[in-house]
């Protein structure tokens, strides 16, 4: 089994040099990939940073020259990426370990990003403690946080990069023994308010042979989704929470980014979409809702998150780019629209009903949306099992006509 270790040998050379003893007292062969720009290394790396740098599409000695910090890390983290992608297809890489600063740590998660679901990675972090996000992204990567800033060997650090490097160890080392049966897999989108209609469409299609993945349309759950599509680890789609794009446009906190909605289409995936809350946008604790905001429609979820109703403008606009975005599929696609109610919330007698709003999201997704995109409407909300069921039904239907439905689920 062997590991690999990202980290900066001209300024975390005992730190590193320590990990790797860790790592191979319990038998593992150890790779490291050496990340450091401006000094000479404290060892001989398995990887030098001149080869990294070249694989990110530059030189050592450029990167000195020109002197430019973010252009550094950019270039290196495209090269450690580089490199462990090609240890991993060449069969030399069962986990990583990161180490670093704010630096190293935009270098190594950018590595690991790289590399498969499910391929152990953790990162050993002095940002650990905040905003991960921008390291994590949707990636199956543990960041542990240091506690005291990586600099010398001391017992509080001896002690947090042995229990990371011991964690690798535990993840490489043991087979989980995960069940993993051949049978096309469908992903679904959900919120707590969509919460109903998602059960109820995975119990129909788990009940004819498919294994579901559910994502938490939280931003990162929107991505990890599409990232799957395109990996071809997912064979149908059934996206009935697009909430992410409400974030995308107007500024909330839970943005997919632009890309949302683009891989089913792109890669001919069947898909299914639904407008599951785009009645709402997320923000956090009521007090962090922007100035701009505070004469709009909120409901306090919980004390951490703060939702806000989209206006007429805005479902218009979100009808218009989400209309777009299935018009550019190449794949079987339907638009499912429930009419009373696009979540818990927008049903008659909750704080998001606006029936104008609707319409204004419905309106423009009708004249947006090409011939091609099968047009889908019930007179219900959208956590009835009737609309539940049809979403389903039409996803089985499209997954049967493209020979991808279990030989089990013929109706």
């Known amino acids: 089994m062997s590991v690999i270790i990202i980290g900066t040998l001209d300024t975390k050379g005992a730190e590193i040099g320590f990990a790797r003893d860790v790592l191979t007292a319990q038998g593992l062969d150890v790779h490291v990939v050496d990340t450091g720009v401006m000094g000479d290394p404290a060892f001989d790396p398995d990887t030098a940073a001149s080869a990294v740098a070249e694989a990110g599409g530059s ?3 450029e990167l000195r020259e020109r002197g430019d910090r973010g252009h550094a890390m950019e270039v290196m983290g495209d090269g450690a990426a580089a490199v462990v992608s090609r240890l991993y297809e060449d069969g030399n890489l069962d986990g990583v370990l990161g180490l670093g600063g704010s630096g190293n740590t935009s270098v190594a998660t950018a590595a690991m990003r790289a590399l498969p679901y499910g391929v152990p990675k953790v990162m050993v972090s002095t940002m650990a403690s905040g905003d991960t996000r921008p390291y994590v992204e949707s990636r199956d990567i543990m960041m542990l946080y240091s506690v005291a800033d990586i600099e010398g060997l001391n017992q509080l650090s001896r002690r947090v990069i042995s229990n990371a490097a011991l964690a690798v160890v535990g993840m490489v080392a043991n087979d ?14 959900m919120f707590g308010v969509t919460t109903p209609c998602v059960k ?3 119990a129909y299609l788990e009940d004819r042979g498919y ?8 931003g990162t759950g929107g991505q990890a989704m599409e990232n799957l599509v395109e990996q071809g680890v997912i064979d149908g789609v059934l996206d009935v ?15 997919a980014g632009p890309d949302r909605l683009d891989a089913a ?3 001919g995936t069947p898909q299914v979409v639904s407008v599951g809350a785009l009645d709402m946008v997320n923000f956090g604790a009521k007090a962090d809702v922007p100035a701009e905001f505070h004469d709009r429609n909120l409901h306090v979820h919980n004390p951490q998150v703060t939702l806000m109703r989209t206006t007429e403008d805005e479902c218009a606009e979100l ?11 190449t ?11 696009v979540s818990m919330l927008d049903v008659e007698g909750e704080d998001f009903h606006d029936p104008f709003a609707d319409a204004a999201l419905f309106d423009a997704l009708r004249a947006t949306i090409d011939d091609h995109v099968e047009l889908i409407e019930l007179d219900t909300d959208i956590n009835d099992e009737a609309f539940a069921e049809t979403m389903a039904q039409q996803l089985h239907e499209y997954m049967q006509a493209a020979e991808l439905a279990p030989t089990l689920g013929e109706d």
């Open 176 to 189: 989980p023994d995960v069940e993993v049966e051949d049978r096309p897999t469908i992903g679904i989108t």
């Open 200 to 202: 109820t469409a995975r």
């Open 241 to 255: 929470t697009t909430t992410e794009w409400a974030d995308e446009l107007v500024g909330g906190v839970l943005s």
């Open 211 to 218: 294994e579901t993945i559910v994502f938490h349309a939280t």
């Open 331 to 341: 794949g079987p696609t339907a638009l499912a629209l429930p009419l009373d109610g």
């Open 265 to 267: 289409g792109a890669t």
């Open 59 to 61: 030189t050592l000695s």
């Open 319 to 329: 009808g218009r780019i989400i209309g777009e975005k299935l018009n550019a599929a």
